[in-house]
């Protein structure tokens, strides 16, 4: 097999390191790399090399590649060079980019989407989710601590006690735990709010108060997301987050539902009430934001209120972002493996539920719905 691991041309990440691709050498594989694909994440060709790997103009990798690797979505350039019978992998979030997806299986590439892993217990060590959230949580605190025009910890100084920051968190997965713990060693006060129960002991165990609502549906069948919740639960939801809002300094919002608008959490209203100065880092803005004024990409302040759009996060330390997801898609691989060859088993539950469209025929349920298939 020929493995091709692309250079990302809106992200800084790549998605194998030399400790990856050696790895893959050592199964007899041949790993061709993009030249400079690893430079955006202090990687250079010459590391690839050592590793094993041949450093080849973008145009050589699309042509001899049987198996290409990426983080994001093919560009429509990217689309294009992709050869008919290939395989690709990558985030590339299907439910986001429905036609990408018609247009890759229409060219009959095999596609593996590394975002809708099953998240079963044999599948964490392939779960990129987990693995970009934990890095995105981290950098989402570091991000508002940059912008907020106060310390984080509680000071005792010659001129007078300074009291420590407010923090809050929504949205207890990963991003938000890791938001939570992040917080907590710079000093501040955290509190936390989930729609789901059943992770108030997680909140608490990172150090952080459980906002509690009650009459929430529950989601223990949807795979570890957020579901959508009643209205009635909703205004109670909205007026126990505005209470909280209402006293922080930094809020961070992680919630997501997969293939839907991000819930809205924090209302116009509620960011008139916050304190000036204070910072909304909003990780939801690619599906439209929990902040009723994020805008994507984008830094902007409202109401005396800086709100970072960013959902990305992953992209801004790329280093140990690249390794850990590098690491996620080694396992992922080295699974498909049966007797020194790799193949593809889709009686096997998680390269079935990864692989999204096979030899042509897209095997995405909720793709094909949104195909109106």
Known sequence: ?????????????VALIPENVQILVKLGETVLVEKNAGINSTIDDEEYKKAGAN????????????????????????????????????????????????????????????????RTTKAQAMDVLSSMSTVAGYKAVLLAATHLPRFFPMLTTAAGTIA????????????????????????????AFDTRPEVKEQVMSVGAKFIEVEGAVSSKDAGGYAIEQTEDYKQRQRDAIHKSASKADVIITTALIPGRKAPLLITEETIKAM????????????????????????????????????????????????????????????????????????????????????????????TLKLLGS
């Open 164 to 191: 420590p920051a407010k923090v809050l968190i929504l949205g207890a997965g990963v991003a938000g735990l890791q938001a939570i713990a992040t917080a907590k060693r710079l000093g501040a006060v955290v509190e």
């Open 1 to 13: 097999m020929i493995f091709g691991v692309a250079k990302e041309l809106a992200d800084d990440r």
């Open 55 to 118: 450093i080849v103009t973008r145009k050589d990798l699309f042509e001899q590649s049987e198996f290409i690797l990426k983080i994001q979505p093919p560009t429509s350039e990217e689309l294009e060079f992709l050869r008919a019978g290939t395989s690709l992998l990558g985030q590339l979030q299907p439910l986001m980019n429905p036609q990408l997806i018609k247009a890759l299986a229409e060219k009959k590439i095999t596609l593996f989407s590394m975002d809708v892993i099953p």
């Open 275 to 366: 304190k000036r100065g204070s910072v909304i880092v909003d990780m939801a803005a690619i599906q439209g934001g929990n902040a009723q004024l994020t805008e994507s990409g984008k830094t902007i302040q409202v109401h005396g209120v800086t709100i970072i759009g960013e959902s990305n996060l992953a992209s801004t330390i790329p280093f140990d972002a690249s390794r850990m997801f590098g690491k996620n898609v080694v396992n992922f691989l080295k699974h498909m493996y049966k007797e020194n060859k790799l193949i593809i088993d889709l009686e096997d539950e998680i390269i079935s539920g990864t692989c999204i469209a096979n030899s042509g025929t897209i095997r995405h349920e909720p």
